[in-house]
């Protein structure tokens, strides 16, 4: 995915993981439980028709500026930093409760 310019796919986990890496998404499918992404403009239902799919594949390699605006780093699960997050409240748990 990394060296993907457009990625295309009907997955619900790629629709989550390609816009963190800032590449635009159309999603094959007339619907989605992932609207996170398609809110934010960085993935777009295309639906399966190939005509469809053509057309905003399309848009997307013909249109410098449609592409830039999906194009932006996206994570609708966070942003990677969870577990040093953690790690530093577990340090101030137990240098106030059992490192005196």
């Known amino acids: 995915m990394e060296r993907s310019y457009i990625i295309l796919s009907d997955s619900g986990g790629v629709?989550?993981?390609?816009p963190a890496l800032g590449k635009p998404v159309l999603v094959l499918r007339k619907d989605?439980?992932?609207k996170e992404t398609i809110n934010e403009g960085v993935a777009k239902l295309v639906g399966f028709e190939s005509y469809q799919i053509i057309r905003e594949v399309?848009?997307?390699?013909?249109?410098?500026?449609?592409?830039?605006?999906?194009?932006?780093?996206y994570s609708p699960c966070g942003d990677g930093h969870a577990s040093d997050r953690i790690i530093?409240?577990?340090k101030l748990f137990f240098n106030k409760y059992y490192l005196k």
């Open 15 to 18: 629709q989550e993981e390609a």
């Open 32 to 34: 989605t439980e992932r």
């Open 88 to 90: 530093n409240e577990l």
């Open 58 to 73: 399309e848009l997307l390699l013909n249109n410098k500026d449609q592409y830039a605006a999906m194009a932006k780093e």
